[in-house]
Nanobody, 114 residues
Framework: QVQLVESGGGLVQAGGSLGLSCKAS????????MGWYRQALGKNRELVAN??????TIYADAVKGRFTLYWQSRNTVILQMGSLSAEDTAVYFC?????????WGQGTQVTVSL
């Protein structure tokens, strides 16, 4: 089992920056990838960024060049978000992918004000 705890969400002005942290506990040795998804009101959940154990990353087109995902430690990833706009307002969910299943965090709200 893997447990995920997210932190760092909040309210930020347009053009500002914010960092989200996701800390995994439990069977962290089983984790292959970690990533962030987001879900805006009335929309489907969508991939924001993903990182493998080797550090290979993929980003949604909407965030390329503005967001950076990296390993802070063996069990913690950081999503550094910049040049935020109202379109980035959503609940952000961390996930961890193992061979057998995908685990999800509870989500953290990011609100970008105009």
């Amino acid at each position: 089992q893997v447990q995920l705890v997210e932190s760092g969400g909040g309210l930020v002005q347009a053009g500002g920056s914010l960092g989200l942290s996701c800390k995994a506990s439990g069977s962290i040795h089983t984790i292959n990838d970690m990533g962030w998804y987001r879900q805006a009101l009335g929309k489907n959940r969508e991939l924001v960024a993903n990182i493998t154990r080797r550090g290979n990353t993929i980003y949604a087109d909407a965030v390329k060049g503005r967001f950076t995902l990296y390993w802070q430690s063996r069990n913690t990833v950081i999503l550094q978000m910049g040049s935020l706009s109202a379109e980035d307002t959503a609940v952000y969910f961390c996930n961890a992918v193992t061979v057998s299943r995908t685990y999800w965090g509870q989500g953290t709200q990011v609100t970008v004000s105009l």
